[in-house]
């Protein structure tokens, strides 16, 4: 009976440190660690690949690292030795010479594998000119920029110290349990839902701190675009030779559209400058500024924090607050629509409901200029906008009672004009400067700042290869069954770092489709059975808006450019937030956040041993 009273009162840490000893052991005792040393002349990638049940070599099977002329040693995570049939070795990624000094792979239980030896049989595959052992390592050099090598793995059990792992889980589960005890005041979800976004925020300042410039997806042009309002305060026109920094391969520069997180990232980025910082971290302030603000408004507003959980949930959410980007500022203004619509308390509903008197201006612009700051947001998030709309319908009809409803429709178009006045005045700015004819400027820069590959005129067939496959032949069953949009999608929305050169294990990935579809099975079910008619038409409103989000996403891969980015399903998550608020109360609580919690241990695992581990640092 008193084993059965601890289990009850200790359930939460007992289930983590199940969690975490799993997870302990499958990403660090069953994963074996390479040691490499090699030497370059110039930056490269060293990459990894390996066979596995038959199945062929792959992108979602490999590790890889950078190396540079500067640096000889490494040491870096692969896959479950056990598992591997072979592995290709491709050691760089240019037509010349390098040095194979060292290729260690260790796992506990295992012997060693030594890959490079002169009595090792290395078979070329391609691009292989000449392998020669000399007295300083293997030099391997190459006819083109894909050299290829191959190693038969041939496996022996080694000595396995299994009294190590059984303390290493004891230490877990005992650090657990001190945790939870020194916490005791902060196990209700309102009171640890502030610690997790502390955690994350210190996470962001870290990775936004040490990483490298442009070692994150399109940084370069970012940072230009923001530059430019360092010393201006209009938008520029079009074809001004100023910006032609700022234009990507594709002959577009951020600059030519109405978002507005550059004018103040510019502008903070001078303020900074008393603080000698290097210039792209003053640029990423901001971002984390942006950051901060959440973590104060859910400190300052406890309402708010149960709308917080899908924020937590992703490590791709917490990675564009570390760099500098538009997208973090797409998330706190959708955020904060979201709040303002859905909690009871707030600015919006107040006004909305006559709580406010007429003479009283200040909320009115106040909130008018957020609706403003949505719809100038991009594109992706007009989807979001149908949807807050949609929301409030539901709300008017469902929650504000029949005397008020007049009211609340009358003032909810008043703010809709409002907000669109004032993005009218941003983008009547672009116009004012580049005249009515804008868009046919900007097809004119394009053709002329594109790459080849990208520009309107080249044809079809030496056009990039992600562009236009619908037109180029290419079905839609192809796009998903055979090119895997769903998948890829996915994954880049869970944890895909860089320019999609660093992601985690497929576990990982796997774990957090088990975990998070249970978390939303586990919601649909509570709206559905228990949320009667209101949540089933609630429910209705997310899957019809989020689903076009995600098909319009699909349609674009198909018809314009493939992409497989999971930032542009971003706008789910305002959505998800608003549906979480009014499903909470409906779900088993113990479940909720033990799958809550799940998700963030496993994020923070990917933000910390994949990102911050792998991406470049500035030191």
Known sequence: MNFLRFLIKWKYPLLLGFLLSLLYIHFFENRATVELEIQVPQKTWFTLYWTADGKGYSEWRMARVRVSPKQQHYRFYLTDIRDIEKLRIDPHMFEGEIVLKKLLITQRGQKDIECIADT??????????????????????????????????????????????????????????????FTRNFHREE????????????????MGAITRENVHPDEYVHLDAAEYYENHSLPPRVDDPEIRDTFSVYGVSRLNNYELPYFFIGKLSVMLRAF???????????????????????????????LTAPLLISPQIWYVFSYCN???????????????????????????LGKYPENRKLPMVLLGCLVGALFLLKKNYLFFTIFIAGYGLWRMLLLVEPAKRRLYCKRMIILGCLGLSIAGLRIGAGYAVNGMDMAGRKAQVQEQLADYAYKPSTPLEEKHPFLYRKARGDSLKKIVVMD???????????????YFTVSGVDIYYSLVRIVGGALFLLLCAALIIRGGPAGILLFALFVTCGGALIGASLYHSWTMDYQTQGRYLFPLIPMFCVLLYHTRSLMQGSLYKLLFTSLFVLSVYSFVFVALLKLPKIV
């Open 276 to 306: 000698h910082l290097p210039e792209y971290f003053n640029l990423r302030v901001f971002n984390i500024i942006l950051f901060a603000v959440l973590l104060l408004y859910i400190l300052k507003n406890p309402a708010a924090r149960m």
């Open 120 to 181: 090792v049989p290395l078979q070329p595959l391609s691009h292989i000119d000449s392998l020669q052992w000399k007295d300083d390592g293997l030099h391997v050099s190459s006819t083109g920029n894909d050299p290829q090598l191959e190693y038969t793995v041939a496996l022996h059990d080694g000595i396995f110290v299994s009294w190590l792992l059984l303390f290493r889980i004891v230490a877990i589960f005992s650090f657990t349990f001190l945790f939870f005890s």
């Open 326 to 352: 538009s997208d973090a500022f797409g998330i706190v203004v959708s955020f904060l629509v979201a709040c303002q619509f859905v909690l009871p308390g707030s600015m919006l509903n107040s006004y909305l």
């Open 484 to 498: 895997r949009w769903f998948e890829k999608t996915f994954r880049s929305a869970f944890g895909v770092y860089g």
């Open 191 to 206: 009171q640890f839902v502030p610690l997790f976004f502390m955690a994350v925020f210190a996470l962001v300042v870290v």
